[in-house]
């Protein structure tokens, strides 16, 4: 299974509004700020859970065609939220991957999902997970396969045919340019969102992370830094 990557966010008290209502405000400045894919707009499904990822949702609403703007989301997602739910609102964003049927880089729509954690959700997992959490999608939209970008190159043989070949195709020069102008501006749009992110809320801290690197924040950078 492919690893995932995710970005932590976690928000300064700065107000005197009760907690809940203070993080579903800034829950919903926060969606404001998600760079929306052109190909599929507004926010495409909202599911509320309760107590822990465990138990049946709450209530789960499909808004794919809908264009449903944040604010149409939290307004849906206040008529059940409590201390002790969590808000997972799915979008898409646009990142380039290469398309290994047509040979050739494509920006598409991925999907990115954005969790509200109510202050007891799941004993509290916000001071762990984050306030907000956003699951990005696959690592290798970031990092690339097998370790091949970066300054040390590939470091490992893929078992699977299908990266093989593709590590294989990246020998060439004017193909692994192109995997790092691409994987690059993935980068920059990650980057982008969180800065976005950090003008619109009070964002006490925020933390890049994946499954698959010790760290990841420390891997983009080295993939930004190689010409």
């Not at 193909?175 to 790092?180: D, K, S, V």
Request: charge should be negative; include cysteine; glycine fraction near 6%.
């Amino acid at each position: 299974m492919a690893n995932r990557a995710y970005v932590r966010f976690w928000t300064r008290n700065d107000s005197v509004d009760p907690r809940r209502e203070r993080l579903f405000e800034q829950f919903e400045r926060l969606l404001e700020t998600v760079p929306l894919s052109a190909a599929r707009p507004g926010f495409s499904s909202l599911v509320i859970r309760a107590v822990n990822f465990s138990e049946i949702p709450l209530a789960e609403h499909d808004l794919r065609g809908a264009n449903a703007s944040a604010a149409d989301v939290m307004a849906l997602a206040r008529e059940l939220s409590d201390d002790d739910t969590a808000c997972e609102v799915g979008a898409y964003w646009d990142l380039w991957g290469r398309d290994a049927d047509e040979g050739i880089w494509k920006l598409a729509p991925e999907p990115l999902l954005l969790t509200c954690h109510g202050p007891t959700y799941d004993d509290g997992v916000a001071a762990e997970s984050g306030d907000f959490l956003a699951d990005l999608g696959f690592e290798h939209f970031f990092t690339g396969h097998a370790g091949l970008l970066g300054s040390h190159g590939a470091r490992s043989a893929p078992a699977d045919p299908v990266e093989a070949e593709f590590l294989a195709l990246m020998l060439h020069e004017e193909h692994l340019h192109e995997y790092y102008e691409r994987t690059r501006e993935n980068i920059q749009t990650l980057l982008k969102w969180v800065r976005a992110a950090e003008q619109s809320l009070p964002i006490e801290r925020y933390q890049l992370w994946s499954e698959g690197e010790e760290n990841f924040e420390a891997r983009l950078d080295e993939i930004l830094a190689v010409r």
